[in-house]
């Protein structure tokens, strides 16, 4: 697995301000601080505003802030390009995923929330941060359980929250425009293109053809049950770039990119495909519900299965240009040893 290289410098005042409220010191807010030689220009920032379209609404938010406090979607892509960030929610999910720079930075910013428990969010510890934006990215479907109100009333919220997985492209741009460093998001768009592009072409002979599916590998089941992926889902989002076909959709239209299965279901649900997709851990191990689905002897008939044609992809969670290319990394080693691949 190669390292990603950073072409550009972490911005201290990050770190700085975030090893400051950590110890308990209180930042300078944006109304400035007559002892800070750069609090003029600072306020003077701030104090500029411009009208940006979210989910939420037309919000007036600052031209350029200095204090976001960002959840969700939006932290990864915001550390990574070096937005002016007080705190953030946890975002462990993808920890294995950053490079050293960037992880110092995420574990140096105050946390807010656990993650994936928005409903947990720390209001006071947000109002300690002195945020004058904050970014939401969590999913669509949980902004009910945050108190609007409360943040509204700390500072501008901007609300841009996935529907399905995939939308991570697109929401990283927002999220870059709203904080005021798109000129610095997406430097690594051009180099995934380019190899998404690349590894299309490579299977395209030998793997166009065939049928996937995906399993998710971090969905939360219960024992006895799995969730099958379907094409804008975690994983199958990023094979979906190579050309590969998902078919297939959710009974239930409202669950969009998969749906929850009992075991029972797996021969009608998977016997008719030629490749299974999930993920796995960094090092390479798969999660305890995962573990019960391939002990399963049901799962061990599918066709798919014993003809061996699965790809296990490390960092499937990618929701960012950079770690998705480690992604595609992952996933060009696993189409390479296909028994599918092979025998064409």
Request: charged share 20%.
């Amino acid at each position: 697995m190669r390292v990603l290289e950073r072409s550009r410098a972490r911005s201290a005042a990050v770190l700085g301000a975030a090893a400051l409220l950590t110890v308990g010191l209180v930042g300078c807010s944006s109304d400035g601080d007559s002892d800070n030689a750069d609090g003029g220009a600072d306020t003077a920032a701030s104090s500029e505003t411009r009208t940006f379209e979210a989910q939420n609404g037309s919000i007036e938010i600052p031209a350029d802030p200095q204090r976001i406090v960002a959840c969700g979607y939006a932290v990864l892509p915001l550390i990574q390009a070096d937005a002016n960030l007080a705190a953030v929610c946890e975002w462990t999910r993808e920890t294995e995923n950053m490079d050293e720079e960037t992880l110092a930075a995420y574990e140096e910013l105050p946390k807010v929330a656990p993650d994936m428990s928005v409903a947990d969010l720390n209001y006071e510890a947000i109002t300690m941060a002195e945020p004058d934006l904050i970014i939401m990215g969590v999913p669509a479907m949980v902004q009910e359980q945050l108190d609007m109100a409360t943040l509204e009333s700390l500072a501008p919220v901007v609300f841009l929250g996935p529907t399905i997985p995939s939308e991570w492209r697109e929401l990283g741009e927002q999220y870059a425009d709203a904080a005021n460093v798109s000129d610095t998001y997406g430097g690594f768009k051009e180099e995934y293109d380019a190899r998404a592009a690349e590894l299309a072409d490579k299977y395209a002979d030998t793997l166009g053809a065939l049928t996937f599916a995906g399993v998710c590998s971090e969905c939360g089941t219960n024992p006895g049950e799995y969730m099958r992926e379907y094409g804008s889902s975690y994983t199958t989002n990023l094979l979906g770039d190579l050309g590969f076909t998902f078919p297939g959709e959710p009974v239930d239209p409202e669950d969009s990119h998969g749906e929850y299965l009992s075991f029972e279901q797996l021969p009608e649900n998977l016997g008719d495909v030629d490749v299974i997709v999930y993920g796995v851990e960094a090092d390479g191990s798969v999660t305890p519900e995962l573990q019960e689905l391939f002990d399963s002897p049901l799962w061990q008939e599918l066709p798919a299965v014993k003809a061996g044609n699965l790809v296990a992809v490390e960092h499937a969670n990618a929701a960012t240009y950079e770690t998705a290319l480690l992604a595609l990394d992952s996933i060009d080693a696993a189409l390479e040893k296909l028994p599918a691949n092979q025998s064409q």
